[in-house]
C-alpha cells in the first residue's frame, strides 16, 4: 500500500514535481487506520491530501502522504422535500454535484465544476456563485490523527466562515475528514444572489431556469475565466477576496469608481481581489515559467516545468505590489506544504 519515494505530480492541480518520502493512496476508513498507525511507528510525519486542487507543494516532503480516495453515496434518511446523503471523502466533488442533479436532489449547481475531492471543501467552506457549503452541509465524520478515534462534527461544531472553519484553525491537522453529509433539496432551489450568474442567465424568462440551466451557466463561466487544470497548471483563485472596514473603503473607492466589491454586514466591505491586482497591471505577466493568467487575474499559473519556489516568490510580488498601492494585505487560498 506504501510507495517509497512517492511521486506528487499527479497529485497536485499545479503539476509541480515533488516527492515525498513515502505515500499511499487510501480507499477505505481501515486502510487510513493502518498508515496513521505505521507512520506513528515510525515516528513519520503524516500529510493529507485529497484533489491536491488548493495546495501549493514548494519542496519534496518528508514523512508520509495519503491521498484519500473513499469512494460512496449512500441515502442516509429521505423525506418528501429533502434528503441526507452520505458522500465519502474521496468522490470527486463535481461528480456530486452532477449526480445529485441526475437524482433530483438540488442546491449545489452554483458550486459546479470546482476542483477537488468532498472531503476537502469543508476545510475552507468552499463557495462559489451566491452558495458556500455550510448552506447544505449536515454533518461530517472525521478521524483522529493521535487517538484514531472517530468523532462527528455538526454544521455549528465546523465553525464555518468565508474560506474558513475549525479545520484551519483548532482542529487544523489533528484530523481527517472521512466523509460529510449534506441535507439536499428535493425542490429546485434557485440561487441568483451572484451578479455575473445572473447576466449568464439573462435571456431566459425567470420561471424557465431550473437547477440544470443555473449548472451549464456557472460551467460556461468558470470555463471562460478558469484554465483547465490538463492543460495549464493552477489551484483556481489564488488569494482570497480581503474584507476590509468602511474608512478602507471610502478611501480606495473616492479613487476607483470602478471597484468591485460586495457590502457586507457591518459596514464592511468584500473587495474583489482580482480587481486590485489588474489594477496593479499583472494580468497575463509571467516569471520564468510561472505566470499571473491573462483572462482571470487572481489565478496563478504553471506554464510547465515551473516550481513552487517560482510561484510564491511572484505572489510576494502581487502582493507587494497590492499593499502598496492599495493598503491591502492579500492572503493566499491555497495551502502552502514545504
Excluded at 15 to 29: N, P, Q, R
Excluded at 112 to 137: L, M, R
Amino acid at each position: 500500500m506504501i510507495k517509497q519515494p512517492f511521486d506528487l505530480k499527479a497529485y497536485n492541480t499545479f503539476g509541480f514535481s515533488v516527492k515525498s518520502m513515502a505515500g499511499a493512496v487510501i480507499s477505505s476508513a481501515n486502510q487510513l487506520v493502518e498508515a496513521i498507525e505505521l507512520a506513528q511507528l515510525n515516528q513519520l510525519p503524516i500529510i493529507i491530501i485529497g484533489g491536491g486542487s488548493n495546495i501549493v507543494l514548494k519542496n519534496n516532503l518528508p514523512g508520509l502522504v495519503l491521498i484519500i480516495k473513499i469512494q460512496g453515496i449512500d441515502i442516509i434518511e429521505e423525506h418528501a422535500e429533502y434528503v441526507y446523503i452520505r458522500v465519502g471523502a474521496g468522490v470527486v466533488w463535481d461528480e456530486l454535484v452532477q449526480y445529485s442533479l441526475n437524482q433530483g436532489w438540488y442546491g449545489l449547481e452554483n458550486l459546479s465544476i470546482i476542483p477537488g475531492t468532498v472531503g476537502a471543501c469543508p476545510i475552507q467552506n468552499v463557495g462559489a456563485y451566491g452558495v458556500e457549503i455550510k448552506d447544505f452541509f449536515y454533518e461530517l465524520t472525521a478521524l483522529d490523527i493521535n487517538t484514531l478515534q472517530e468523532k462527528v462534527l455538526t454544521n455549528n461544531d465546523c465553525c464555518f466562515q468565508y474560506r474558513d472553519s475549525i479545520f484551519k484553525n483548532e482542529y487544523k491537522d489533528k484530523y481527517v475528514i472521512t466523509s460529510v453529509t449534506f441535507k439536499l433539496s428535493k425542490n429546485p432551489q434557485i440561487n441568483l444572489t451572484d451578479l455575473n450568474l445572473r447576466k449568464e442567465l439573462e435571456h431566459l424568462p425567470y420561471d424557465e431556469i431550473s437547477p440544470e440551466s443555473v449548472r451549464s451557466a456557472v460551467i460556461t463561466i468558470r470555463n471562460r475565466r478558469l484554465p483547465k487544470v490538463d492543460d495549464i497548471g493552477n489551484a483556481g483563485s489564488f488569494f482570497m477576496n480581503p474584507i476590509v472596514e468602511e474608512n478602507v473603503f471610502n478611501n480606495i473607492f473616492s479613487q476607483y469608481k470602478d471597484l468591485l466589491f460586495t457590502p457586507l454586514e457591518q459596514k464592511r466591505f468584500k473587495i474583489s481581489a482580482g480587481w486590485l491586482i489588474d489594477k496593479c497591471g499583472w494580468k497575463g505577466h509571467q516569471d520564468n515559467e510561472v505566470g499571473v493568467y491573462e483572462k482571470n487575474p487572481l489565478v496563478l499559473i504553471n506554464h510547465g516545468g515551473g516550481t513552487g519556489d517560482q510561484l510564491l516568490a511572484l505572489s510576494e510580488k502581487i502582493e507587494h505590489s497590492v499593499f502598496t498601492t492599495f493598503g491591502i494585505k492579500l492572503k493566499m487560498e491555497p495551502r502552502l506544504y514545504y
